[in-house]
């Protein structure tokens, strides 16, 4: 089956809480699951990083309802490609909120240390995600 993988990042909207973050979480893995999507949401210094990936009606369907969520703004695509295989299938939606666990990774990817993603281009969002991948449980 022909797949897609995207990644795009974001900022929080000003008037959001981080607490909005499990909310999306849970909503996500309910829905991801039933469009057979997968994916990792990666979140720091009030900015997202997303990759989501599964059959490419299900990801642009689902890609169309977030760029509309008024709880992030700036949504811009990073990467956009066909797939064979998943770089997240143990994942309906994975979570690296920033820590000590992720430190280490943005130290050594990102400008000044600091998650600042969409200054990413589409080959080292991909890169950074493999390697934020490493940081988290199976969810
Ligand atoms: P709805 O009934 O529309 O919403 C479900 C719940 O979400 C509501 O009860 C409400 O608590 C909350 N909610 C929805 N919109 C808002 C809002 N604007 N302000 C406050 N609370 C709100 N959805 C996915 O399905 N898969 C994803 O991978 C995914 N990733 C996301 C990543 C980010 C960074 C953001 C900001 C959102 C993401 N979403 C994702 C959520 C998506 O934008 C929609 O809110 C969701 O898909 C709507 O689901 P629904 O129609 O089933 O439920």
């Known amino acids: 089956m022909k797949m897609i993988r995207i990644i795009y990042a974001s900022k929080m909207a000003d008037q959001v809480d981080e607490q909005a973050i499990q909310n999306i979480l849970s909503v996500s893995r309910s829905n991801n699951l039933k469009s057979h999507l997968t994916g990792l949401l990666c979140f720091g210094s009030r900015q997202f990083l997303q990759c989501l990936e599964g059959p490419k009606e299900a990801v642009g369907a689902t ?36 820590s000590s666990m992720t430190k280490a990774l943005l130290e050594k990817t990102m400008t000044d240390g600091r998650f600042s993603p969409l200054y990413l281009t589409d080959e080292s969002a991909w890169h950074f995600l493999q390697e934020a991948k490493k940081c988290i449980p199976i969810v």
């Not at 797939?83 to 309906?92: A, L, N, P, V």
């Open 63 to 98: 890609y169309a309802i977030i760029a509309r969520d008024e709880r992030h703004t700036s949504i811009t695509m990073l990467y956009e490609h066909e797939t064979d295989s998943r770089g997240f299938s143990e994942w309906i939606m994975g979570y690296v909120p920033e």
